[in-house]
């Protein structure tokens, strides 16, 4: 799956009153759909396209991981780059809104974590990351016309879905 799954050209330039028949921006709104979707991760960790293979540095035998969701466990990797068996405690901090795990290599020490993360179906990707990516794509898309930055463009009702959306403050 890929953004332009989640949010399709032809819905956006709907979302932007553009007539079907132009295809002139097509590539620069579709560009602008997987910027949209790339910076809505940077800034909240939610994961909107599955990603199976993300590594993950783990210090001191602990990992915390602020990406969501997480599917799986793919495995976890030593200094030779060799799978190594896992046992894991793992609790989720609701407050912090991380997954926080413990882990126990029956093998050697571990130095990576693979996991599988980010929504696997179009449909699961939440409506207000949707519509955020839907206003992100207008503001980049009109900015040239004004003389305002992106963030100053977003509505304030986006801006606080953006906030509202962190998996953790920095």
Known sequence: ???????????????????????????EITSMINSAFRYIERITNIIT???????????NRCVRVHDHPINSVVKGIDEDGADVALVFETNYDKELKHLYTNYYSIDSEVVKLVLDVG???????PDDV????????????YEQETNKTFREM????????????KRFIV
Request: glycine share 0%.
């Open 1 to 27: 799956m890929a953004y332009i799954d989640v949010l399709p050209l032809a819905e956006m330039k709907i979302y932007l009153r553009i007539d079907d028949t132009l295809s002139e921006d097509d590539a």
């Open 49 to 59: 396209v599955q990603q199976a293979l993300k590594e993950f540095i783990v210090i």
């Open 119 to 125: 929504y696997a179906t179009a449909s699961d990707v």
């Open 130 to 141: 949707v519509q955020l990516a839907k206003e992100m794509v207008k503001a980049m898309y």
């Open 154 to 165: 977003l509505s304030p009702t986006s801006t606080m879905t953006l906030e509202s959306l």
